[in-house]
């Protein structure tokens, strides 16, 4: 029987998503953990990969499941309470969905979103999960009119990792702003104007493509290059005419969506 898992985790101390042979990962400890529960081998396929530190909230992954434990009503709730409490704190699965036998969570995706936070200056409140990014002088309008040449269907070539084995470059990005992001009370007064995001949302994303964007980004915001130099960098097709990657710890993928309901 085909199910999704809807997860959520902690980057920080795995090399990403993906099954690695010596170094851990989230789909490694997802997969020991629901083996040793169902007492079955269970391999899970994740909707796509996440980079070394990277985050994810509502991540969605599948597993072919042959146990005929019924998982709803009470005993989903008690197979819940029991996978999460094999799982390291920094992974929690939020819901376990069965599907029809040819849904797949990472072919069948429609669209992913990424969230990159970034503070402009340090502060005691705002943890790992923002990047300090040292300019009092940001100019997040330029960054808004660089984003925008990221929209629509193109080549990011550019913004692809240096020896990726992707040969499809081409991807279709629907949205690329950046925006305030203070943090809800009593720190809010702390954050306000300090704290940014940037979201983007794409049918698929290369590797280390979104880290890229926003360190491409930056030398817009800090009036190294002009908003238009975006589209000039990706006209290039190459990696080294674009900006840094920026830290993987502030990067969270927040969003997928199916043209089929997950319930």
Request: positive net charge; aromatic residues 12%; hydrophobic residues 40%.
């Amino acid at each position: 029987m085909k199910y999704f898992i809807k997860l959520s985790y902690d980057g920080a101390g795995f090399n990403g998503w993906q099954l690695q042979k010596n170094a851990p990962s989230i789909q490694e400890e997802l997969q020991k953990a629901f083996s040793l529960l169902l007492k079955e081998d269970i391999e899970i396929t994740g909707c796509g990969r996440t980079d070394s530190g990277v985050n994810a909230v509502n991540y969605i992954a599948h597993a072919e499941i042959a146990s005929k434990m019924a998982l709803s009503g009470k005993t989903k709730h008690h197979f819940l309470y029991k996978i999460n409490a094999i799982l390291p704190n920094s992974i929690k699965v939020l819901g376990i969905y069965r599907m029809h036998q040819e849904a797949h969570a990472r072919f069948d995706a429609t669209s992913r979103t990424y969230k990159y936070y970034l503070s402009t200056e340090p502060s005691p409140f705002l943890g790992p999960h923002t990047w300090y990014f040292k300019c009092r002088n940001l100019d997040m309008e330029a960054m808004n009119k660089g984003a925008a040449y990221f929209i629509g269907t193109k080549d990011f070539s550019s913004l692809q990792k240096t020896g990726s084995d992707v040969t499809n470059p081409v991807c279709t990005v629907s949205e690329a702003y950046w925006k305030k992001a203070p943090l809800p009370a009593p720190f809010a007064r702390e954050t306000a104007g300090k704290r940014i995001v940037f979201t983007v949302t794409s049918n698929r994303f290369l590797r280390n493509m979104v880290r890229a964007m926003v360190g491409s980004l930056l030398e817009v915001g800090t009036h190294k290059k002009d908003p238009e130099w975006i589209a000039e960098m990706l006209k290039k097709k190459n990696r080294s005419a674009a900006g840094l990657s920026v830290p993987g710890e502030a990067l969270f993928l927040c969003d997928i969506k199916y043209p089929y309901p997950i319930k």
